[in-house]
C-alpha cells in the first residue's frame, strides 16, 4: 500500500550535489545518504551525511540515490524538501517544508 511512499523529496540541484560529494569524496558505495534530526531546546534540526544502513532504518530512492531515514526520525522529515543553495553567506543543504510554500491565488 505504501511502496511508493518518500517522506522527503529532493531537488534536483541537490541530488546532483549529493552525487558530486558522493564521487568526489570517495563515499563507499555501500554507503547511503542518511538524512536525521538532533534534538535541540526549540525542536529538531534536520541533518545530512553519509552512513551504511542500520538495521532501525527505512530505506528509499529518492532522485536516484539511495536514502536511509531512522525509522523513529521519518515523522520530523515527513513533507520536508531537500535542497541546495548557494548565497553570499555560504552554502549548503536547506530543509524546507513542501505545504509552507508560498503559491499565489487569484482573488
Known amino acids: 500500500m505504501f511502496s511508493n511512499f518518500q517522506p522527503i523529496t529532493i531537488t534536483k540541484r541537490a541530488a546532483e550535489e549529493v552525487k558530486k560529494i558522493m564521487n568526489t569524496k570517495g563515499i563507499p558505495t555501500e554507503y547511503c545518504l542518511r538524512i536525521g534530526v ?4 526549540c525542536g529538531v534540526s534536520l541533518l545530512v551525511g553519509f552512513d551504511k544502513p542500520k538495521e532501525t ?25 531537500m535542497d541546495y543553495l548557494q548565497t553570499e553567506q555560504g552554502q549548503g543543504f536547506s530543509f524546507i517544508q513542501q505545504n509552507d510554500i508560498n503559491t499565489q491565488t487569484e482573488s
Open 38 to 41: 538532533k534534538g535541540g531546546g
Open 57 to 81: 532504518d527505512q530505506k528509499f530512492i529518492i532522485n536516484q540515490i539511495p536514502v536511509i531515514i531512522d525509522k523513529k526520525h521519518t515523522m520530523y522529515v515527513i513533507g520536508k524538501e
